[in-house]
């Protein structure tokens, strides 16, 4: 698969077949992120990569304490409630999902089951959790620089056959997290990948986000 074939069919994976994934082909997934550009070269990021029963650990305290009532915990400044644009693309994104699963708007039963999928990180075969060092907490640099290196992660694993989800959700009870995948404490947790290999007959799987258009985005100065 070439890169732009790569960037053009990546889509988020929610739905994965009750398949193991190699340990040697994640290596080479992580190998080729982890050539990410980084600011001067600091590459602050670390993979803990989970499966079978760490990973079970992990979904099960989560799911729990979310059920509880607990307030989510994470280790980065949350930005809040969306608004204004961010909350209508977040809002769009939402009903292309519940429409393509089936879930209508006052099935609330099915609308919390999909919301507790996301804590149990989809049920994922693996869960890779992206995490930085500490002694960079005070800045927002290496946040970008986890940015690239996730993406690049993702990338390199749908040129592959797998399918990922960049899954905030996975990690929103950090001290669970952080205990089960035996996270060193000079590492911060930013965000958790959930992978594995997609299920074709999830329907969810085929949604494709709407994407602005480059005169949206983007401005040209100095172009004649």
């Given at each position: 698969?070439?890169?732009?074939e790569?960037m053009?069919t990546?889509?988020?994976?929610?739905?994965?077949r009750?398949?193991?994934?190699?340990?040697a082909?994640?290596?080479?997934?992580?190998a080729?992120?982890?050539?990410?550009?980084s600011?001067?070269?600091?590459?602050?990021?670390?993979?803990?990569?989970?499966?079978?029963?760490?990973?079970e650990r992990?979904?099960?305290?989560?799911s729990?304490?979310?059920?509880?009532?607990?307030?989510?915990?994470?280790?980065?400044?949350d930005?809040?409630?969306?608004?204004?644009p961010?909350?209508?693309?977040?809002?769009?994104?939402?009903?292309?999902l519940?429409?393509?699963?089936?879930?209508a708007?006052e099935d609330k039963?099915?609308?919390?089951?999909?919301?507790m999928?996301?804590?149990r990180?989809f049920?994922?075969?693996?869960?890779?959790?992206?995490?930085f060092?500490k002694?960079?907490?005070?800045?927002?640099?290496?946040?970008?620089?986890?940015?690239?290196?996730t993406?690049?992660?993702?990338?390199?694993?749908?040129?592959?056959?797998?399918?990922?989800?960049?899954?905030?959700?996975?990690?929103m009870?950090s001290?669970?997290?952080?205990?089960?995948?035996?996270?060193?404490e000079?590492?911060?947790?930013?965000?958790?990948?959930?992978l594995?290999?997609p299920?074709?007959?999830?329907?969810?799987?085929?949604v494709?986000?709407r994407?602005?258009?480059?005169?949206?985005?983007?401005?040209?100065?100095?172009?004649?």
């Amino acid at each position: 698969m070439e890169l732009t074939e790569a960037m053009q069919t990546r889509r988020s994976i929610r739905g994965f077949r009750d398949k193991p994934v190699d340990r040697a082909l994640l290596e080479e997934i992580i190998a080729l992120a982890n050539r990410a550009p980084s600011s001067m070269n600091t590459q602050p990021w670390h993979f803990h990569v989970l499966t079978g029963a760490p990973l079970e650990r992990v979904r099960e305290g989560n799911s729990t304490r979310m059920l509880e009532g607990v307030p989510p915990v994470r280790e980065i400044v949350d930005h809040g409630a969306y608004a204004g644009p961010h909350r209508d693309r977040q809002v769009e994104i939402a009903k292309q999902l519940f429409a393509a699963m089936g879930i209508a708007r006052e099935d609330k039963e099915m609308r919390q089951d999909w919301v507790m999928r996301g804590f149990r990180q989809f049920d994922a075969p693996v869960s890779i959790v992206v995490t930085f060092d500490k002694s960079l907490e005070g800045g927002t640099i290496a946040h970008f620089d986890l940015g690239a290196v996730t993406y690049g992660l993702v990338l390199a694993a749908w040129e592959r056959g797998l399918g990922a989800v960049i899954n905030g959700q996975g990690i929103m009870q950090s001290p669970v997290v952080r205990e089960h995948a035996k996270i060193p404490e000079d590492e911060v947790i930013m965000t958790c990948v959930a992978l594995g290999w997609p299920d074709e007959e999830f329907s969810a799987n085929a949604v494709v986000s709407r994407r602005r258009e480059v005169d949206e985005v983007a401005r040209f100065v100095g172009f004649d």
